[in-house]
């Protein structure tokens, strides 16, 4: 009897396809093979044989290339893709593929810096002892480490790794940029006698092959990686840490949608190994897994550098013509006068954030796009940040030809050009995608300001994390309402988180360190509680208030998007489905609908958006229910749908 190939490919069809491989040709399960399909040639992965062809299939082709010379995953890799092919409902073929190396890049490497530049002659504290000892004595389980910026938490993971590896087992240590796994890799190598893998979708497909082999032939014990590198075949795996556990660079955000830390959780269940996750500014669902019990919590609450919490003031923007308050002004000037550093911070790029005419109320958006377009002064350029549309500057409403038109808001390259007319005597360096389009560029500033050659940093997300300094006296965060009004239940948590994060830039070896919160919203609960550095508090109030409105970590939740260039057809598509899922069905899954509704961004890139969320207490019976409803849709072929399992972001 014949046997045929089994080749799976990165499609969103749940199904194997059957091959013949010609004479000459040798292929072994675990290799990627090109072959036939339809009018294309793809690149499918061949996972074993089968005798049984569907009654539909009259005609077999056969495969034209081998890719590989040898088997690149084995039965493992395959039963972990057909879990996250399970969990976050999408095909096997495109689960293993998001696997494999040569995968969808993640996010681009944003800070650089020395948050991982440890002093090798430090003394551990007794609390960094007993966390090490927890960890190494318990065999299997999940902890959480939780400090305060500076208090040695990287000591904790170097020590507890290289515990792991005496033991002879495998490690992999995970952070939330890619630009963090060359620091990663550089005090792993300082600390361990081992061979390191690095592995993230920053790598050439060769580069990241070369390394993926290396871990496979057990070469490599250690890996360190981005978020994609949780799926490393580190065998006997032992110890598994996830670095800065609150970033939403973990979720992936495209198909599979997964979550690295769930999937570390389930490989270190089926392997028997220990997950370590920590942060100075935990995740509520971490926050909540601590109180119940799931998550093991280890506390390092002193900084170890010399250095203490920063004092931290809130200043109302109400009343302000200018960005720059006037106590920040002196504040500056008193860092100058110090000796010492500054370093700004605002998460808005450009100049203005939006365009408006005062006479009709017409503001410039984005032709691709429900958001305004930002001014970029020194492009002479209004630039949507989603999709990337241009277009010029206009004196003139298009609307109404009046002229009575201006731009509001602010970014940092209006923030750089006000810090220069103040400050004329003093060097500034303004750190954002915009300015630093090269990575030796961002280096060299960050050395020269690390040389004490530049007083004032200024720049977005680069600089809130990963910077360790010491000559920064002052941290000025410029606007804390940013992210703030954003129309997403996380919103308040990614602001506390952002706050406190930047704050830790402050004081981190004098005892000196300042933080001024610059605020239209001084009575904020999230602003105030972020200010006096408040987990505990900001916790309770932010917890009760998502257990009243029922997000999670009380519920769970499955979003289901729906994007056409036809604002009818997604909205047609929407409906379809909400209308699918019947009163009495919902009620026996104990399943809440929301929607069908406009997403809060409703168009991106000329797509247009609507949304559908099933939310449950209990996890079982809404996966069941949306895998069900969404095998049994039948999507138009002119609408793409989005499966987000446990989102991030609502937007």
Same mark, same amino acid.
Not at 273 to 280: I, K, N, P
């Given at each position: 009897?014949?046997?045929?190939?089994?080749?799976?490919?990165?499609?969103?069809?749940?199904?194997?396809?059957? !091959?013949? %491989?010609?004479?000459?040709?040798?292929?072994?399960?675990?290799?990627?093979?090109?072959?036939?399909?339809?009018?294309?040639?793809?690149?499918?992965?061949?996972?074993?044989?089968?005798?049984?062809?569907?009654?539909?299939?009259?005609?077999?082709?056969?495969?034209?290339?081998?890719?590989?010379?040898?088997?690149?995953?084995?039965?493992?890799?395959? #039963?972990?893709?057909?879990?996250?092919?399970?969990?976050?409902?999408?095909? +096997?073929?495109?689960?293993?593929?998001?696997?494999?190396?040569?995968?969808?890049?993640?996010? =681009?490497? =944003?800070?650089?810096?020395?948050?991982?530049? *440890? @002093?090798?002659?430090?003394?551990?504290?007794?609390?960094?002892?007993?966390?090490?000892?927890?960890?190494?004595?318990?065999?299997?389980?999940?902890?959480?480490?939780?400090?305060?910026?500076?208090?040695?938490?990287?000591?904790?993971?170097?020590?507890?790794?290289?515990?792991?590896?005496?033991?002879?087992?495998?490690?992999?240590?995970?952070?939330?940029?890619?630009?963090?796994?060359?620091?990663?890799?550089?005090?792993?190598?300082?600390?361990?006698?081992?061979?390191?893998?690095?592995?993230?979708?920053?790598?050439?497909?060769?580069?990241?092959?070369?390394?993926? +082999?290396?871990?496979?032939?057990?070469?490599?014990?250690?890996?360190?990686?981005?978020?994609?590198?949780?799926?490393?075949?580190?065998?006997?795996?032992?110890?598994?840490?996830?670095?800065?556990?609150? =970033?939403?660079?973990?979720?992936?955000?495209?198909?599979?949608?997964?979550?690295?830390?769930?999937?570390?959780?389930?490989?270190?269940?089926?392997?028997?190994?220990?997950?370590?996750?920590?942060?100075?500014?935990?995740?509520?669902?971490?926050?909540?897994?601590?109180?119940?019990?799931?998550?093991?919590?280890?506390? &390092?609450?002193?900084?170890?550098?010399?250095?203490?919490?920063?004092?931290? #003031?809130?200043?109302?923007?109400?009343?302000?013509?200018?960005?720059?308050?006037?106590?920040?002004?002196?504040?500056?000037?008193?860092?100058?006068?110090?000796?010492?550093?500054?370093?700004?911070?605002?998460?808005?790029?450009?100049?203005? !954030?939006?365009?408006?005419?005062?006479?009709?109320?017409?503001?410039?958006?984005?032709?691709?796009?429900?958001?305004?377009?930002?001014?970029?002064?020194?492009?002479?350029?209004? %630039?949507?940040?989603?999709?990337?549309?241009?277009?010029?500057? %206009?004196?003139?409403?298009?609307?109404?030809?009046?002229?009575?038109?201006?731009?509001?808001?602010?970014?940092?390259?209006?923030?750089?050009?006000?810090?220069?007319?103040?400050?004329?005597?003093?060097? /500034?360096?303004?750190?954002?995608?915009?300015?630093?389009?090269?990575?030796?560029?961002?280096?060299?500033?960050?050395?020269?300001?690390?040389?004490?050659?530049?007083?004032? *940093? &200024?720049?977005?997300?680069?600089?809130?994390?990963?910077? @360790?300094?010491?000559?920064?006296?002052?941290?000025?965060?410029?606007?804390?309402?940013?992210?703030?009004?954003? $129309?997403?239940?996380?919103?308040?948590?990614?602001?506390?988180?952002?706050?406190?994060? %930047?704050?830790?830039?402050?004081?981190?070896?004098?005892?000196?360190?300042?933080?001024?919160?610059?605020?239209?919203?001084?009575? @904020?609960?999230?602003?105030?509680?972020?200010?006096?550095?408040?987990?505990?508090?900001?916790?309770? *109030?932010? +917890?009760?208030?998502?257990?009243?409105?029922?997000?999670?970590? !009380?519920?769970?939740?499955?979003?289901? /998007?729906?994007?056409?260039?036809?604002?009818?057809?997604?909205?047609?598509?929407?409906?379809?489905?909400?209308?699918?899922?019947?009163?009495?069905?919902?009620?026996?899954?104990?399943?809440?609908? *929301?929607?069908?509704?406009?997403?809060?961004?409703?168009?991106?890139?000329? @797509?247009?958006?609507?949304?559908?969320?099933?939310?449950?207490?209990?996890?079982? $019976?809404?996966?069941? &229910?949306?895998?069900?409803?969404?095998?049994?849709?039948?999507?138009?072929?002119?609408? !793409?749908?989005?499966?987000?399992?446990?989102? /991030?972001?609502? &937007?």
């Amino acid at each position: 009897m014949a046997e045929y190939l089994e080749v799976l490919f990165n499609l969103p069809v749940d199904r194997r396809f059957a !091959y013949t %491989v010609p004479p000459g040709l040798s292929v072994q399960a675990g290799m990627r093979v090109e072959a036939p399909f339809g009018r294309r040639r793809l690149v499918g992965c061949a996972i074993g044989w089968t005798a049984e062809l569907p009654e539909e299939v009259r005609e077999v082709k056969a495969i034209e290339r081998v890719v590989d010379s040898r088997p690149i995953f084995g039965e493992r890799t395959l #039963a972990l893709a057909g879990w996250v092919a399970d969990m976050y409902l999408c095909s +096997l073929g495109e689960a293993l593929f998001a696997m494999l190396p040569g995968g969808r890049r993640e996010r =681009e490497p =944003e800070e650089l810096g020395g948050e991982l530049a *440890l @002093n090798r002659e430090v003394v551990l504290s007794k609390d960094q002892e007993l966390a090490i000892k927890a960890i190494e004595t318990a065999g299997q389980g999940l902890f959480y480490l939780y400090g305060v910026t500076g208090s040695g938490k990287t000591e904790v993971f170097l020590h507890a790794a290289r515990r792991a590896l005496e033991k002879g087992r495998g490690v992999l240590y995970l952070v939330p940029e890619i630009s963090l796994t060359h620091q990663a890799f550089d005090v792993f190598s300082a600390f361990l006698d081992a061979p390191l893998a690095v592995l993230h979708s920053g790598l050439s497909p060769s580069q990241r092959l070369k390394e993926w +082999l290396r871990v496979l032939d057990g070469e490599a014990r250690l890996v360190i990686g981005a978020r994609s590198g949780v799926f490393a075949p580190v065998a006997d795996l032992g110890l598994v840490i996830i670095d800065e556990e609150h =970033e939403g660079s973990y979720k992936s955000g495209t198909t599979p949608r997964y979550s690295a830390r769930q999937v570390a959780m389930h490989r270190c269940r089926e392997e028997g190994a220990v997950l370590v996750m920590g942060s100075a500014t935990p995740s509520l669902e971490a926050v909540h897994a601590m109180g119940s019990g799931q998550l093991r919590r280890l506390v &390092l609450p002193e900084r170890l550098s010399g250095g203490s919490m920063p004092e931290v #003031a809130v200043q109302s923007l109400v009343g302000e013509s200018v960005p720059l308050s006037r106590p920040l002004i002196r504040e500056i000037l008193r860092t100058k006068a110090a000796g010492r550093q500054t370093i700004l911070f605002l998460n808005r790029r450009g100049f203005a !954030y939006f365009f408006h005419c005062r006479s009709c109320g017409y503001e410039m958006k984005c032709r691709h796009c429900s958001v305004s377009l930002t001014f970029h002064k020194q492009r002479n350029l209004m %630039v949507c940040h989603y999709c990337g549309f241009r277009a010029p500057p %206009v004196d003139v409403c298009p609307e109404c030809g009046s002229v009575d038109v201006g731009y509001s808001g602010f970014g940092t390259e209006r923030i750089e050009e006000e810090v220069q007319k103040l400050f004329p005597e003093m060097t /500034v360096r303004r750190v954002d995608t915009d300015a630093v389009r090269k990575r030796a560029t961002l280096r060299r500033i960050l050395e020269e300001f690390r040389r004490g050659e530049i007083d004032i *940093l &200024l720049g977005t997300q680069m600089v809130a994390k990963g910077l @360790n300094f010491p000559g920064v006296k002052l941290v000025g965060i410029v606007s804390a309402d940013t992210g703030l009004m954003l $129309p997403d239940f996380r919103a308040p948590e990614r602001t506390f988180d952002l706050i406190v994060q %930047v704050s830790g830039r402050a004081g981190r070896f004098h005892p000196d360190g300042k933080v001024l919160v610059q605020t239209y919203l001084p009575h @904020n609960d999230t602003i105030r509680l972020a200010a006096a550095a408040d987990l505990d508090g900001f916790h309770r *109030l932010e +917890l009760e208030a998502r257990r009243q409105l029922g997000f999670p970590p !009380y519920t769970r939740l499955v979003r289901f /998007v729906f994007r056409s260039r036809d604002a009818r057809k997604a909205r047609a598509a929407a409906r379809g489905f909400a209308a699918s899922l019947p009163e009495e069905r919902l009620e026996q899954a104990g399943t809440e609908l *929301l929607g069908p509704a406009e997403c809060p961004l409703a168009v991106v890139s000329g @797509n247009h958006r609507q949304q559908v969320i099933l939310r449950s207490t209990q996890f079982r $019976p809404l996966h069941r &229910l949306a895998r069900e409803t969404l095998d049994g849709f039948s999507t138009p072929s002119s609408v !793409y749908v989005e499966v987000d399992v446990d989102p /991030v972001s609502l &937007l």
